[in-house]
């Protein structure tokens, strides 16, 4: 029988992942909802309708989301 080991959780240095807030799990979510709006953005060569569709929400929520997380798609345009 192996003798039992227990691992100690190694926690980074303080201000290796940033700040607390930068941490927050409504910081994470929200960067990781970014990006993956992001990427079927440019999968689907800008085409919000289609992306919406792969995202299974309406071309109105995804212009909410993308006016909530500050994206201006495409890249660079302003807001009318």
């Known amino acids: 029988m192996l003798p039992r080991v227990r691992l100690k959780a190694q ?3 303080f201000g290796a992942w ?3 807030e930068d941490r927050s799990l409504g910081k994470v979510r929200a960067d990781a909802e970014r990006e993956h709006i992001l990427s079927v953005l440019q999968l689907t060569g800008g085409n919000r309708v289609q992306a919406a569709r792969i995202l299974g929400i309406s071309r ?3 212009w909410k989301k993308l006016k909530q997380l500050g ?3 495409p890249p660079g345009a302003t807001e009318r």
């Open 18 to 20: 940033g700040t607390p």
């Open 60 to 62: 109105k929520t995804l």
């Open 71 to 73: 994206v201006s798609w």
């Open 11 to 13: 926690t980074p240095p």
